[in-house]
């Protein structure tokens, strides 16, 4: 299958800062990129789904202004987590699918905790 | 209605057996069909794709659709103890990648 790298694997921030997560396809062009977050024991939840070069589309109670989601190329899309508290933990994970209807491939995901 | 909803298990079978995951989802308008196998802690990693109705195989997996039935569900034949994870289908509607809750499967050596 292709090829989506995800960094950073792991990261520890304090309450009140930034983080930013880094997503790349690196044997294929992304034209979308859906991100997720996943509390332990529960399923995939799609916060944000965007299109190369287009404003991301957010699910219901996501708020746009704390998780920003920058997609300006084929092959690299962001997830900054704004003014981070602890109830942000989480694991994200992202996605990538190419051109047409076609399967996505996630990357390593971010293990983001914060104190 | 969830949009996509699977058993949560756990589904316990012996080693050997035939494992069999079942999914059903809401929208009749879905074109694309998904099984992910997901380990703990890490990120859920691609089995099979699913496009049309019938059966497709790939070496021990078989996944079957049933559009009119909206029904989607993944056998694994001659279970291995390390196909033990949660296995994760995913329904593509408008652009979105939607999954179901999971089911965790445990083969028993």
């Known amino acids: 299958g292709a090829v989506v790298s995800q960094h950073p694997s792991w990261v520890i921030c304090k309450s009140g800062t930034s983080v930013k997560i880094e997503c790349r396809s690196l044997d294929f062009q992304a034209t979308t990129m859906f991100w997720y977050r996943q509390f332990p024991k529960q399923s995939l939840m799609l916060m944000a789904t965007?299109?190369?070069?287009?404003?991301?589309?957010?699910e219901q109670g996501v708020e746009k202004d704390k998780f920003l989601i920058n997609h300006a190329s084929l092959t690299l899309s962001t997830l900054t987590v704004t003014s981070a508290h602890p109830e942000d933990s989480s694991f994200y994970i992202c996605?990538?699918?190419?051109?047409?209807?076609?399967?996505?491939?996630f990357g390593q995901g971010t293990r983001l905790t914060v104190v | 209605q969830k949009e996509v909803e699977q058993n949560s298990g756990p589904l316990s079978v012996p080693e050997g057996a035939i494992a069999s995951l079942n999914c059903t989802y809401s929208?009749?308008?879905?074109?694309?069909f998904f099984w992910y196998r997901q380990y703990s802690g890490k990120s859920p990693e691609l089995i099979m794709s699913?496009?049309?109705?019938g059966d497709k195989e790939d070496g021990r997996f078989t996944a079957q659709l049933n559009k009119a039935s909206q029904y989607v569900s993944l056998l694994i034949r001659d279970s291995q103890p390390s196909d033990s994870a949660t296995y994760l289908c995913?329904?593509?509607?408008?652009?979105?990648?939607?999954f179901g809750q999971g089911t965790e499967l445990s083969v028993k050596p």
């Open positions: 996605s990538a699918s190419g051109v047409g209807d076609t399967e996505a491939f």
């Open positions: 995913a329904v593509k509607k408008g652009g979105k990648l939607i």
């Open positions: 929208d009749r308008g879905s074109q694309s």
């Open positions: 965007s299109n190369e070069g287009s404003k991301a589309t957010y």
């Open positions: 699913i496009y049309s109705n």
